[in-house]
Each structure stands twice: as C-alpha cells, then as structure tokens.
C-alpha cells in the first residue's frame, strides 16, 4: 500500500485506546513509520508508550499540516477532545473519524467547514488483520485523500465505500458491532455445550474453532451462506433439530437478530443527536 504521504507529512491519532491501537498495529506492521506519527491521548498504554523509543511522538504539540488525522475518541468525549485539532480544520490535513454516530456534519461544524473529512466504521477484528470498514468522505474529499484514507483501512482488512452517509447507522449496526454478537454467540454455544455434559475448556475450543472456520468457509466458499447451511444439515438429522429452534419465525435468530441491528441503529443514530 502507498503510505509515502503519510511517512512525509505525518499522522495524528486523537485516542489511542482498543480501535485506535489495533489500527495503528496495522499500519506500524504495513511500513508506517513511528516517527511519523503523533499519538493524543491522555492515559497511554504501555504499548504506545514503548514506541516512544521507535521515533513515535506521544502527546507532544501537534505536526502544523500532517497528511492525516485519525479522530478514535468516544463520540462522547468529541467536545473536549476537537478544539485541540482546530489549529488542522480548513486545510490540506484529512480528517478520518471512526466514531459511531457523530456526523460528518459534526465534524465541519467544530473543526471548520472547508476541512475534508472522511467518516469510517471499522471493527476489531482489525487487530488481526481482518476487519471491515466502511468509509465515505465530504465534498472537500479529493480522489488523493480517499485512496489515502482508504490504504490506510486497507491494511487492517476489507474496505467498502458507502454512496450515503446515512448508511453508516446500518453498518455500524451490522459490521461494527457485530463482532460483539458473534463473541456472544461463541459464549452460549460453549455454555450450551457444557449444559450438554462437556468440559468448560472444551466447549470453548470446540465453539471457538466452529465459528472461525464456519467463518473462513463461508468467506472462501464459492457457494452463499444459505448452501453452505444446507450442506451442513442432513435430513431429520441432528442439525435440522437445532435449525427447527433457530429458524423459528416468531422467537428464533431472525426476529432476534433484527431486534438487535435495529436496537444499534437506533442507538447510533441517537448518538448523531447527542
Ligand atoms: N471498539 C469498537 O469495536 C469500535 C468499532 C468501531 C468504531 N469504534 C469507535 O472508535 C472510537 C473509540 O472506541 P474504542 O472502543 O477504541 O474506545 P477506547 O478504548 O475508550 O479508546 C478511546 C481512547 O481515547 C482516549 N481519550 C479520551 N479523551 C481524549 C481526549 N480528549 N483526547 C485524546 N484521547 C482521548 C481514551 O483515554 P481514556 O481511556 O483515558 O479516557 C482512550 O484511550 C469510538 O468513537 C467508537 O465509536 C469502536
């Protein structure tokens, strides 16, 4: 990936706490320089803190025009945390917010209505590589600045563009939160398993590995997840007995899952309104 204007002009990163490092672990391991980059944040890990020694500036005064400036504040702590970007706003320097919720709009209005801004949604799994982000930017957004922001979210997995901003309450609904129902679903499948006789530890490898390589296949396969499923269920076998629960339409995953992503939604869009 082309990170040669972000090693030449510099990258702020205005909080650095679980989004913010497993991107900023990303981007160190695809060729970032350190000394490229200034961290904000009031109460940094050990692990930023070690990179201190690489050449990384960790709360010292701001570069005058870096390339890029990633905003990984809670949306909640944006009235304190922007004034300190100010001095960047209506220039060349690219916003790029990951906070859920707060508008581009938002953004305009504190850091100044000229500054190009790029909003994004990734996920943690990004800490591994394999996150999804979906981004999309302002009218002072240029082809250059979306293709940095971009490379930049291409390090640490998928990238897709929106066509509006207001698809970002779904996907924050689905993709950015979602990494939390599948952990959740890994905690009640190994419980499920252990309510059905087997040991603690073993359940939750055998959940584990189920949901990685279920995931894994369903990401190579070249059939969709609805053949995928059906490959995986005999007749009046054991698995149609467990989809006989799932797939029920008044209490199954459906209508739960449905609850969930609207209850995210909505909440998203609230904190748009906050
Ligand atoms: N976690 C996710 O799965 C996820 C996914 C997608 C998007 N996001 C978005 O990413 C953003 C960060 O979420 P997170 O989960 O990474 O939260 P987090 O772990 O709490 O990280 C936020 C960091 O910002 C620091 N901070 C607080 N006030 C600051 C200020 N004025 N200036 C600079 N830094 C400040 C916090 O320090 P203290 O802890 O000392 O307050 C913390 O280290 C949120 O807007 C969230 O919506 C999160």
Request: charged share 15%; glycine share 10%.
């Amino acid at each position: 990936m082309t990170l040669s204007r972000v090693n030449e002009n510099g990258l702020v990163l205005l909080g650095c706490g679980k989004m913010g490092s497993a991107m900023l672990q990303g981007w160190l391991a695809q060729g970032l320089n350190a000394n490229s980059v200034t961290v904000i944040d009031p109460h940094p890990s050990q692990w930023v803190q070690g990179l201190v020694q690489q050449g990384l500036h960790l709360n010292e005064p701001l570069p005058t025009t870096p390339a890029i400036c990633i905003i990984a504040v809670k949306p909640q702590m944006m009235g304190d945390a922007l004034p300190a970007l100010r001095a960047l706003g209506n220039g060349t320097t690219v916003f790029l917010s990951i906070a859920a919720g707060t508008s581009i709009g938002a953004f305009a209005d504190a850091l100044g209505d000229q500054s190009p801004i790029i909003r994004a949604m990734p996920n943690t799994p990004a800490a591994v590589g394999q996150g999804i982000t979906a981004l999309i930017g302002n009218a002072h957004i240029n082809d250059a600045d979306m293709q940095m922001g971009e490379a930049l979210l291409s390090a640490v997995g998928q990238t897709v563009r929106l066509a509006s901003e207001d698809q970002m309450d779904a996907v924050t609904a689905v993709s950015g939160s979602g990494p939390a129902y599948v952990f959740h679903l890994i905690e009640t499948l190994a419980a499920a398993g252990v309510a059905q006789g087997l040991p603690k530890d073993m359940a939750l490898q055998l959940a584990k590995a189920t949901v990685a390589g279920a995931g894994a296949l369903a990401q190579a396969a070249d059939e969709d997840p609805t053949q995928l499923r059906i490959n995986v269920t005999s007749p009046n076998g054991t698995t149609a007995a467990a989809l006989e629960v799932l797939m029920n339409e008044t209490d199954g995953f459906p209508a739960l899952l449905n609850r969930a992503v609207t209850a995210a939604a909505d909440r998203s869009r609230e904190l748009g309104k906050e």
